[in-house]
C-alpha cells in the first residue's frame, strides 16, 4: 500500500533508501502479510525518534503505531540497523576521502547520563557527579564520530568498570588505542582493555585549566552525543528497557551515515 502525503523533514530521501533498504528487508515485497510499505513505516520510525513524539501519537497519514513499533521491534531482533552501520562505520567511502584508513584504528570512549522518566524510573540509578538519576550510555566512537559500540546501564556504574564490555564490543576490528577522559584512570581499566588488545590513552585536562577546554581527539565523542541530542526521543531516558534505549541510538546514527554516504555517491 503506498501513501501519497505532504513530506516530513524526518522523511528519508530516495538517495538514503537506496542504501538502507537492503539491511531492512526481512521478507518479500510481494509478501502476503505486508500490509505497509517499507518505506512509509520506516519514516514513521524516523518521525518517533526525531520529534519524541510517543508512540500512539503517530500522525494519520503515516502507517498505524503498532505496525510500526512491531517492525520495529523486528528490525532490531534481526540486527538490521546494527549491520547496517557495522558496514559504513567499518568500510565506508567517507574515510578514505577523509585521508583516513578504510577501517578504524583508533576509538573514543566516554559515557552520557540520561535522566529518568516515570517510564524508565524502575532500572535508573543515581549519577553522583552529575547530580542526576537515570540511565548511564557507554559508548565507543571512531576518529570521524561515527558509532562503533554502545550499551546501557544504571546511572550509578562507574565509567570504569564498564571498560571490558566496551571494548570486548569492538574486538575483531583494527582498533588498538582507545582514548578516554580522566575518568578511566588505574590499573583496572587499563587491564580490562589491554586483554582485548587495546591500549587507554587518557586525555587530561590541563592544570591551568580556566574556562572550556576543547580536548585533543576528546571533542569527538562529545559531537556524537550531541548528534544524537538532535533526536528528541534521546534526549532523556523514555523507554522502559535498557535494550530499547540503546537500540533507538542506532537509529540516529544510521540516518547520519545515510546522509553522509548519499552525498558522496551522488558524487560533484
Not at 501513501?3 to 530516495?14: A, C, E, G, T, W
Not at 537492503?22 to 514513521?44: C, I, K, M
Not at 570486548?168 to 575518568?183: E, R
Not at 535498557?242 to 548519499?262: D, R
Amino acid at each position: 500500500m503506498e501513501f501519497h502525503r505532504k513530506p516530513y523533514p524526518s522523511d528519508v530521501s530516495d538517495e538514503e533508501w537506496s542504501l538502507i533498504v537492503p539491511y531492512l528487508t526481512l521478507q518479500r515485497e510481494d509478501a502476503g502479510q505486508r500490509e505497509h510499505s517499507f518505506r512509509e513505516v520506516f519514516n514513521g520510525l524516523r518521525y518517533i525518534v526525531k520529534t519524541g513524539a510517543p508512540w500512539r501519537w503517530m500522525p494519520n497519514d503515516l502507517p498505524p503505531w503498532a505496525a510500526v513499533y512491531q517492525q520495529t521491534q523486528r528490525w532490531l531482533a534481526a540486527g538490521c540497523s546494527r549491520r547496517w552501520w557495522t558496514t559504513c562505520a567499518r568500510y565506508c567511502a567517507w574515510r578514505l576521502a577523509a585521508g583516513g584508513s578504510a577501517e578504524p584504528t583508533a576509538a573514543i570512549i566516554d559515557s552520557r547520563t540520561l535522566r529518568s522518566t516515570p517510564e524508565s524510573g524502575e532500572r535508573a540509578g543515581y549519577d553522583g557527579g552529575k547530580r542526576k538519576k537515570g540511565s548511564k550510555l557507554h559508548m565507543a566512537v571512531d576518529t570521524l564520530g561515527h558509532l562503533l559500540a554502545l550499551h546501557v546501564t544504571p546511572a550509578s556504574a562507574e565509567d570504569r568498570g564498564e571498560v571490558e564490555r566496551t571494548v570486548q564490543a569492538v574486538t575483531g576490528d583494527n582498533v588498538d588505542i582507545a582514548y578516554v577522559d580522566q575518568g578511566y584512570t588505574g590499573a583496572r581499566a587499563a587491564d580490562a582493555a589491554a586483554a582485548h588488545g587495546i591500549t587507554l590513552e587518557v586525555i587530561k585536562l590541563p592544570e591551568a585549566k580556566r574556562g572550556f577546554v576543547l580536548l585533543p581527539r576528546r571533542w569527538v565523542v562529545e559531537r556524537s552525543f550531541a548528534w544524537a541530542t538532535r533526536f528528541r526521543r534521546l534526549v532523556k531516558d523514555y523507554e522502559r528497557y535498557a535494550q530499547t534505549l540503546a537500540a533507538l541510538h542506532l537509529v540516529p546514527f544510521a540516518c547520519i551515515m545515510m546522509k553522509q554516504a548519499a552525498a558522496i555517491t551522488a558524487g560533484p
